[in-house]
Nanobody, 125 residues
Framework: QVQLVESGGRSVQTGESLRLSCKLS????????MGWFRQVSGEEREAVAG????????YYGDSVKGRFTISQDVANNTLYLQMNSLKPEDSAMYYC??????????????????WGQGTQVTVSS
């Protein structure tokens, strides 16, 4: 059983930066892919960034390209999301997700089996 715990969300001003963390209970090396999603109440969950464990390929949603960076610290079993130049439209609950089965799509929420509880990011103008 994989457990994910996010942290780092808080209220910031436009243009500021935040780094979200996602601590994995097990080994990151056991995952096939990990990602960050966000959701605003009443809207669909949106793929923010994803990566396939053990590869150098990183993927981003169009709205965050050039501003957000996903990374892994394998030694500490932690996934990060560095968010720069934050905008009010980035305000959402951010979720970390992981899956251990091969063949999943980083942008598809239904392909992820494990989810964290979420951390709230609020960006004020």
């Amino acid at each position: 059983q994989v457990q994910l715990v996010e942290s780092g969300g808080r209220s910031v001003q436009t243009g500021e930066s935040l780094r979200l963390s996602c601590k994995l209970s097990g080994s990151i090396s056991s995952t096939y892919m990990m990602g960050w999603f966000r959701q605003v109440s009443g809207e669909e969950r949106e793929a923010v960034a994803g990566m396939y464990t053990g590869t150098v390929f990183l993927y981003y949603g169009d709205s965050v390209k050039g501003r957000f960076t996903i990374s892994q610290d394998v030694a500490n079993n932690t996934l990060y999301l560095q968010m720069n130049s934050l905008k009010p439209e980035d305000s959402a609950m951010y979720y970390c997700a992981a899956d251990v089965s091969r063949g999943g799509r980083w942008y598809e929420p239904q392909d992820f089996e494990y989810w964290g509880q979420g951390t709230q990011v609020t960006v004020s103008s």
